[in-house]
Every structure is written in C-alpha cells, then in structure tokens.
C-alpha cells in the first residue's frame, strides 16, 4: 500500500526523539496520527527515509491546567481534545472545530499537533488556535525550547515555525473562561473539509459584546484573524443588525483560493455570511 | 520487526519492515479479508478496525502502531456463532446491499451502539446523531436507509437476544466478512500485475522496452494510438504487488505526444484534433451506452445525429412557426449534465488461472459470469467448456462490470505466458479514471403546446452527449418514447473527445434525458399555472403512471407545496415532480435448476448477485413453492462453467424478470415429484431445470438482442421530492423523497425498496455533487478519489417513501418486471423541479452546486 520501504523508531522521550531527527536529518519524517502523513508517503515512488514515530512520547499527551492557560500535548488527540472539560470548560471555540473534523476514525487518530504542523489551509484547528491567540512550544536540537506565537506560527501553506528538526510539543492556550464561541463551518456533503469556516468566541456583558476574537478556516493560504471585524464588534449590541453592519467587511483583503467548491468571491461572500452566523452564534442571539 | 498483537482475542504475529499499513497487514498477512480498502484515503471507512477498542481507518494507520495493541475486525464482532446485536438489525433491515461497505459499518456501527447503550440504555439516537456517529462510511450502493433502522433498532434493544429475520439470504456472510469477493481471492503462487497507464490524453506510442526478467505484455490497440489519459497501454506482474508496480513504472514506452481535445466545444470546431481518423478507427470506438449502436456517419468529431422521429417533419416546422410568431407555447431549454462515475465499491478485480493449459478458471467481479465465460472463450479462441468463471460475491458494478474489461484480459494473458494465477485489482485512483462513466452532454428541448387546451402539439429534442471516446447515446431517442401523443424527432449527437470513455450506467441515457426533458415539463406547467402532475396526466398515455399520478396527488408532501417563487426568507423550502419511463427485457434462455440435495433444496444457475438480490429472489421463488423459510435454501450463484445452464446478467433491469418465474416453475416441478410432505434426503437426486422463454407475443421488436428480449409496454416511475434551499450560501438539503415504482409484482419487498432508496440517493449525487472533472491541460481526472469525487453520505440521506403499483404486468410470467433502472431515472430531474419550486430560478447544469445556485439566485434578482 505503501509503496516504497522505510526505517522506523519508536522513541519514548522528546530528547530521544530530537536525538533521532538530528541523526537522520532530511531524511527523516515526524509520524502523528498519520492522517495526513500516510496518503503523502503512498504518493511518494522514492523513499522517505525514517519515520519517527512520536506515538509513543507520554509526556506529548493529554491536557493540563497551567495558571491562565491550559496546555495540551502535541500529541493529543481529536478524540482526546474533545473529551476534555478543560477545553470545554477554557475554549470551548477549540472544542466547537474539533467536533467538525472529519469523523470518528480520524478524530481518534489525528492529533492536534500534527494537524497544525500540517498546515493545511482547509484544516480547523488553525483558525480556532489563532483565534484564541494560542502560543506554540517547538523544541529544537539539543532540547531547547522556544514559543512561537499563533500570529506568527502559520506561515504558509503547509508551511509553519517549526523548522527540519524541530518538533511542536505543546498548545497553550489562555483561559477563556465564560465565552461564548461557534465554528460555523461551510460544506457540501454533510462531512467534507472545509470550503470556508469561521471560528468565533466572544465576552458578552449584559447583552453587548465586551470582546471578540474571529478566525477564517480557508480564505487564504493560513488561517487569517479578522482583527478589523473584532474591534468593530466591541461595544456592539448582540443582535442581527449590529453584527450584520460589524462584520460586513471581513472579506476584505483577503485571497481565498478558487477550486471545484467554488471561486475566491464565492468564498468571499460565504465568509461574510458565516461570519454573522458564528459571531450571532457565540453571542448567544 | 516482529510483534504479536491481539486480533480478535487471538495472539497473531505479524512481520512488518515498518512501511504496511495496518490494512495490509490484516488482510494479506492474517487473511482477514472482511476489511476491505475501497479509497485508500480515510475517507469511505470501509477498512475500519477497533484499536484498543476505538473504530480509526486501517488504511491510515501504519502496521507498527498494531504492537501492543488490541484489535478487533468485523470477523470478531460476533461471539462465535451469536452475532453482535447491530449485526442482527444489518440482517432484519437490510443495511446492506452488495456488502462491500459492511464489514466497515458493522465496526462502526458496533463502536457506536455499544458506548451509546452504556450512556443512554435503550434511547434511540436520532437520524442526525446516527449520521455524525457514521460519518466516516459511504456506500455507493446507497444503502442508507436500511443503516438508519438497523442502528436505531439496535440502539433501541430490539436486538439483543434472539435469531431475528434475514431480509437478504447472503446478508450473514456479508456482515461477518466471510463474503469472498474476486479482491479477496489468493490462491497458491500467484502473481500480481499492474497495469501501466498513459498520462498523455494523445499520443504515438513505438515499441515497448521489457527489461530482462520482467513479466510483461502490451495493452495497446492495433494501432498503437493513446488516445485518454488513464488508457492502459502495458501490464506487468510480479510476486508482490509492490514489486508489480515498481516493474509496470520500468517499463520502456515511447510515447510520442500528438495533439488533444477534451473540450466537446472546441472538438466540434474544424481543425481539431481528430479522435479518430479513419473508418476502421471508428469502427472501434467503444460503446457507452447499452444494447445496438446504429451506423450513423461522421463529421470530425462529431457523430450523428442519429434521428428518432415520429412525424419529424411536421414536428420541427411547428417548432419553427412557433418560433417566428413567438408563441407563448413555445417552451425552449438548454441542459447540461456532468460525467457521473459508478464508483462501485469493488473495484475491476480479476483472477486467472490458466496454469492447467486445458482449464481456464478466472474470477472476476462481474455482472455477467455467463456472458464473461463466453466472451473470453471467444476472445481467447478457446472452447467455452474449458473456462470457467466465478464471482461469489460482487461488490457493485451499476453497468461498469457488464463487458470483458481491461484488467481480466491482461490477468488472462499473463497467467497464459506464466503458468501461474495472476491477480489484478484496479486501485481507486483507477477505479475513478479508467472504468467508464455516465457521460455528461447538452440537451436543447423545444416543447410546444397549444395555449389553450395545453394538448401538445410538438417535441424536438437535441442532444449532445460527451463520453470521451465512447459513441451510443441514446438520450433524445428515450425521451421520445414518454409522451407518445405528438408529432416528435430527437436528434443524437456523440460528440467525442480525448476523455475516458464512458460506459453503461444504470438506466444509460435515463437520468440525462430525464433531467431535461422533466423540466421543461415542469416549466411548460408554471408558465400556464397547471399543476405540473395533472399536466402529465393529460398527456400521458402510460397506465402505470397514471396510477402513480393519483398516488402522488394525495400526498401530503405534494398537496402542501408552496406557490412557486412565492418565499422570501433564507431558507426556501420548495416541491418538484418527475416522471421516469423505461423499456423492461428478459433473458428467455434463462434456465434454473432446482434439486434436492443432502435432504435440502437446492437452486442453481450461473447468473450472480451485485447487491441487487439474485440470491435472495431464486431462495423466495423456491421457498414459496415449497413453504420454508428463504434461507432453508441452499443457493449455487455467481459461477458459470460448461455444467451450468444459461443464467441472465445483472444488467438492463432484466435478472429478476428472467428469474422469479423460471425458479417457480423448477421448484413446481420438484414440488410435483416429492409430493406434499416435507423435503427429506429420501428425494435427493430429484431435481427439475426450467427455462424462461420469451413472453410471446409481446415482444415490441422482432428481434433480440444477444438473447435480449425487449419486451413491450414501458415500466414507469414517479418521484416527488422536496427540498431546502439556503438562499444566503446556494446550499441545497434535500429532506424527502417519495418514489412511486409500477414494475408490477415485486418479488423480494424489502430488497426492492433497498433498490429504489439506492437510487434516490444516486439521483441526490448526480443532482447535487457528482461531477467528473479533467484537467485541460493534460486531459487527467482530477476527480480519481473519493474526496475530490463526492457521493452522498449518510447526512445527505432524505427522508425516502417507498410505493409499489404492483398492477398491470400480468401478462408477464411472473406479474412484474425490473426495477433496477426505472428507479433511477426521474430522482435528480425531480430535485431540480424542487429546487424551481423554491426560488423560482432553474437549474439547468449539473450538478447543482452552491456557487452556481448562488449565482443563479443573483442573477435572476438583477434581472
Ligand atoms: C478523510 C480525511 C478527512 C479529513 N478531514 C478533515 C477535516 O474536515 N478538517 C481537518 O481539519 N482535518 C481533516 N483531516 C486531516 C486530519 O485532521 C489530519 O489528521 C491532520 O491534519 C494531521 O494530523 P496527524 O496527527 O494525523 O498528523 P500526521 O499525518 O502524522 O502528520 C502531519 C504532518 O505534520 C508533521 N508532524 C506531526 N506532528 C508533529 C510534531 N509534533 N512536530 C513536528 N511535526 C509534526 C508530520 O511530519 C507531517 O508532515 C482529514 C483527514 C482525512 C484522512
Ligand atoms: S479504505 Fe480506508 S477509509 Fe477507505
Ligand atoms: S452495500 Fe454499501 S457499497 Fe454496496
């Protein structure tokens, strides 16, 4: 199935795990879920060298509360993310897209971290992570660790901060405690990726929006955060109209893609409209 | 690497070099082969496996991630003999059709039910929460509905102890994975091969280069033309597949590029690049339609037309005054439909097995076991009683697996030069390119009627059909065959280009003409304010569906439709109706034997079951005769050697038409040398053969075709959808589908509503999603997976009704005819009849995605 033979290692701790990375270099291929890493390697005809497989890494896996944040493993996965009463609880924006990845089998497989790494820009996780203003911990060779800001991790398609013998350890995410949050998603059949999708989670006071974070799933080449439409809606009473008026702009400037699910203003206009939807949604109107 | 997991509570050993698959691993090396790979991709779910206890995609998940670890595939769901609870509600409604789907929702399914009765005991999950929770599984045969019951029946408790009934006789090997199917068969020694295709829609090719040592042998054409991308052109085997596919890569083909089109505009233009050049090259373009292709002659790339008239003349000059004096009567549309694939969840298999150079056994998934024996008997020079061809178990076709294709010709080849078995399953990618398609075309319609009395007063179809290379459509000329009371002429155009063939599928030239045709039906009605079902009722002279008229007049969901165009909001809800009208054959040199065996009833022939039904149609006849229970009766199917008598092909909606009445005729004649009492193994040995014959008399043609008869009259269907249209994203849901069916008797319930609900949900793909799509600058699908290529999935399952005219057939032995195609044709023309109703915009192309609703919607508002 696979075409082409590859060498294999399993470690147990991150610092063996770089080890291997800095060994093989080039050659060598981070295993997740294998969700996405999988139909890549089938494709391949030459050979990928060695696969480090992270499922193995404790100490990748699971949630924890950490003060104002919570952290969860790189190595988490949807199915795990989820389950848990601290997402749900902190972000439940985050819990909100998982729900809408793909399905069952993939959601017990795929793991946040790799979703990430992967980069793709129909993926639903990274629209969320920005959105919540996420920071990512990437260890490097040698073990030591930098943290990357969501706003600067997403580079490009496929593409991320976490360079040739790196790894993404950890989400940490700060607590959003008491807000409200909707992923409007947009597809054809009932489960597809995402043709466009919008995260939002907002801080209602008393019927007016006291805050507002928004992230655009697939109207570009990495998931976008609409600060303009944020700060628009602060202030805003939590009905039809005003939001409506607040997020008409969200569009702007951005460059969506153009494919068999429809062209850059089809996906324009879609962004617009899941935009009122998620946003009226999370204010709970 | 060696390790040792548990699969199915067994300690098995598996020896991994670290790049299988688990899929791989499970099937070719524990020889579990209920786990079936469909996509490859994480997408259709039909490989799903419990890992410690959790349902994820085996194709997805690298063999090493096995260690450890425990497994459990659809072979270990049940206990021994005591099947899973959701196995048990599979089998009583009859999730299921040709089970190639199963094995993996019977997994999911269980993984389901079992956590949902630990939280909620015997509440029963709602649709949506049944579909969430199945998401990750498609079935091509469109099963749906009957997944829907048996979860929720499972779910309900209604399961848990107890044998409960067989709707479908092999539906317990189906959802055990015990079922072979042709990609499951291995035999000792044998090799596997893969076919070498072009990735060049247009080219020369010179003489293939065989490196030392390969096994190979040249697929091309006489003359040596490429003439699609995706076209097989050589084939080489090997004792792995890996290896296969690293020697079918290493084979030398000089490919020199010539010229392409695959846009049927640019191809009809002068100058093009010719498909086919000369006579002789014409003459073997394949056929994508099913039955005779007419001599018609050529011009370029275009064929035809091909004219069907009934006073043409007169026809096209009302037409034409109408035209000039602009009469209101005068209803004028333009039509487009897009490439469907069949995307049967089997893919093209085939084994073969010539290493006894006086017996040829092949396996194959076929339609056909019969039909296949004697064309490769023919095609090999050989005498027929020295082949034999076996398909126990076949996992869809819907007309792609009718004719002797590629893959078994190759196998066929190589097994000749090896002496060896060779074995060769297409993969997805394949699949979705090379095995044909439902071709896509233009249909320009001119419906005229008389402002007054709305009598009709003139038909002109105009029809360009786009099957890449194939030539055949019959479009036009099965829309002349409705409503027969007018002056009439179609016009058939095949319109060939550097594309993939296409190939019959399920009611060829049905749906597209119907898509067409329907709708201009629908908009003659609005511009005259008739409801749109009496307007059909005045013209029209068929019987049956004048029955379904009346059905469909009172139905709640009809007699409630909104006025069209009559809505604001955002969500619009909207009612269409269309008709469907089909030919009904049989197969008179059908013959079933039934005996008595070991103290059992026995019933024989060499016809096969695709998910249709055969099996369980040949256990009722006998099992009626004789009062027992249908799976007291042993079924011999899906084989076909020179001991068998003739057996009818699962195609051209004629199998259970050439069946039923044959089976109860042999079982009447056993029945009368036993004598009352119950069958023991005192009467074995007796046994009785029937034979069809032709319904004399009643044939519309002279003639048969291929022991086809056509027989006369026309079967009829009728299919009132509703739908919802979000107006603010162009998104279609489609909530409910009612299918009236008059194909007289219908022999096995259950199963036929299997069938027509099947169709409904083919009808919602064609309508909403399903496109096949080439690249224009190389001519290669860009639709060859399943995620780029969208059949609908549980959620987009309405809500279906399901109603039998079981009259007006009883001419026929039997009391009916087949159903397979006459459900098939009016679904996707209904929604789009739906989706007028709605917004008052029609569609015309399809399929009808959002953006081009949304566009439509907008354009219509400027307007
Ligand atoms: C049928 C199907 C449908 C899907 N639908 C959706 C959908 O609707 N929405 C959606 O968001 N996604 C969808 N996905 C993608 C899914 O979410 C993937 O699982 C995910 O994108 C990758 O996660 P993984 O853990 O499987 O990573 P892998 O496939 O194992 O790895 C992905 C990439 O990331 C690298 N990598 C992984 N982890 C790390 C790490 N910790 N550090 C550094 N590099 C790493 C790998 O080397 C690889 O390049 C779908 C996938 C399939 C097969
Ligand atoms: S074969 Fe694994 S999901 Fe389709
Ligand atoms: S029964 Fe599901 S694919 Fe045939």
Redesign the pocket.
Known sequence: MIPASFDYVAPTTVDEALAALAEHGDDA????????????LRMRLNAPGVVVD?GRIPD?QGVCDDGDHIVIG??T??AAVLADDLVSTHASLLSKAVA????PQ?RH???????L??A?P????GAPVLALGAELV?AGPGGQTRTVTADDFFEDLFTTA?GEG????QIRIPKHTGWGAHYE?FVRVS????IVAVAATVRSEGGTIAEARVGLTNMGSTPLRAVSVENALVGQPATDEAIRAAVASVADGTNPPSDLNGDSDYRRHLATVLTRRAVLAAAGA | MEFTPSVNDESRVARVDGHESAAQVIRDDFGLTGTKVVCG???CGACTILLDGDPV?SC?TPATRLRDATVTTVEGIADGDDLHPVQRAFLEHDGLQCGYCTPGFVVGAVAFHDRWRAEHGTTEPDRHTIADALA?HLCRCGSYEGIFRAVAAACRGEHDGGAGTVARVDGPEKVTGSAVYTTDVTLPGMLYAVIRRADIAAARVGPLTIPPGTLAVDLLPPDRRVRWAGQPVAVAAAETLDEARRAAAALGVPFTPLAFVTDPEIASRPGAPLVYETKDERKRAPNGSEGTVFPASWKGNRRGPSRTPYLGSLAKSRVAKARTTGRRGLVELEFHTAAQLHTSFEPHACVADWSDPDRLRVWMSTQGVEAMRLAIAERFDLDPAKVEVVADYVGGGFGSKLSLTTETVAAIRLSRLSRRPVKIALDRHEELTATGNRPGGRSRVSLLVDERTHGIEALLVDTESHGGVAIGSTVGALSMLVYERTPRLARDVDVVTNAPPGAPFRGPGGPTYAWALEQTVDEVAHRFGRDPIDLRAQWDGNEKRQALYRWARALPTWRERPATGSQTGRFRRGVGVAAANWLYFVDADTEVVVSVEGGRLVVTCASQDMGTGSRTVLARAVAGVFDVEPTDVVVRLGRSDASLAHGPASGGSRTTVSLWSTAVEAATAVRAQVGAGAVTSAHDGVSATARRGGDRGLRAVPFTVGGIQVGRGFSAALHVSEVEVDTRTGRTRVLRVHGGIAVGRIHAPALARSQCEGSIIQGVGLALHEQQVLDPHSGLTLTANL?DYRIPQLGDTPEIDIHFHEEGWDRVPGGGVGLGEVATISPAASLGNAIFNATGWRPTTLPVRPDRLLAGLRADAVR
């Not at chain 1, 489960?191 to 995402?194: A, E, F, K, V």
């Open positions: 291929k981070v295993l997740a879920g294998g969700q996405s890493l999988l139909p890549i992270l990748l790189a190595m996965t949807y809408t990845v793909a399905d993939i497989r795929g793991t946040l971290g790799g979703a790494v992967h793709d129909a993926g639903d996780v990437v976490v790196e790894l993404l350890t998603k489960h597809q990726w995402s | 991709g994480g997408v995609v997805l990750g995620e």
